[in-house]
């Protein structure tokens, strides 16, 4: 039987360690915690949550610590997390690999929350490799990636990650900034980097710098890169705040190729020209069918949360309440009141237990 390690870089995480170590600790025959210098009780929360924590150096290099922290155990599998994620289902397709015969890169689904605050949070799931056979490596200072000749294989694993609300991701930003200027200054045509620095940017509302970026990104970025979907869903929303609405227009029509069956683009390219409708209202009534139909084309195609960084309700219950905000403002108060309560059935079906 194949054994499974849980490995983890962690620095003053005591907010939520435990929480990740809770949920794996029954699936896994070791957890081990590379500690880069906390300064609360992550260490001692760790230990007490039945990790074997080991003390490093941070060396403003994200790789470097990772593959540290792989060197400290010899299971055939390492189970990758940080602090700030914890499993939400899939345990037995992770025991199913102490019987696989071959190795593999394990992608698995990260769901990434938004927003002030936990509850009510917007969700985005993400494909990334995070089951690593033993003798695989990490490479990249920021955004790093595993760099190993093994195929890539999903595992019905989940995870959630909580990192990106805003109260946690205040407090990391001004590390993350100097490590990305720091990988940008090494690798400067880089297009994964570019499209990072313009995440960055949009996060601090600087959306002109942003749309820059992710044009620039767009325009060196291979076409089957697995965050393509998500640069083109930020390079509309950004041209849209810049009322660059015929080049959003353009780009959506040209993506539709490749992304045909996702809501997101549908969603996203309904919100451009609705901006653009308010913004011109000359041009208005010509564009409400457009609209009308990019947001019940996203209704057609339904929720997809295999794509990566499809946000969730935009194949449901958000495209019904757009389309009863427009009925509204049209002076259509049956239909409005019909799609209101359909967003509302669609919110509820999702909130269920399945």
Known sequence: MKRIALVMIARDEARCIERCLSSVRNAVDEMVVLDTGSSDDTVARARRAGARVHRGRWCDDFAAARNASLELTDADWALVLD??????????????????????????????????????????????????????????RFHEQPRSHWPRRRVALEVRHDGYLEPVQRAKRERNQRLLAGALAERPDDPYLVYQAGKDAELRGEFEKARSCYQQALA????????????????????????????????????????????????????????????????????????????QRALELGERPDLPDSVRGRGSWLAAHNLAVLHEGLGRGEQAEAWRGRAAQMRAAAASPS
């Open 83 to 140: 602090a700030d994620e914890w499993i939400a289902g899939g345990l037995t397709a992770l025991q199913a690999l102490r019987t696989a015969h071959e190795p593999f890169l394990g992608v698995i689904t990260v769901t990434n929350l938004f927003g002030a605050q936990l509850d009510g949070a917007s969700e985005s799931p993400s494909w990334i490799p995070r089951i690593l056979p033993h003798g695989a490596l990490y490479t990249g």
């Open 220 to 295: 060196r970025a291979d076409g089957a890169a697995t965050w393509r979907h998500d640069l083109v869903l930020r390079t509309l929303f950004t041209l849209k705040k810049n009322q660059r609405h015929h080049e959003a227009l353009a780009l959506a029509q040209a993506e539709s190729v490749r992304f045909a069956e996702s809501p997101d683009l549908h969603f996203a390219l309904g919100d451009v020209l609705l901006d653009w409708a308010a913004s011109e209202p000359a041009r208005a009534m010509s564009l409400v069918p457009l609209i009308e139909s990019s947001w």
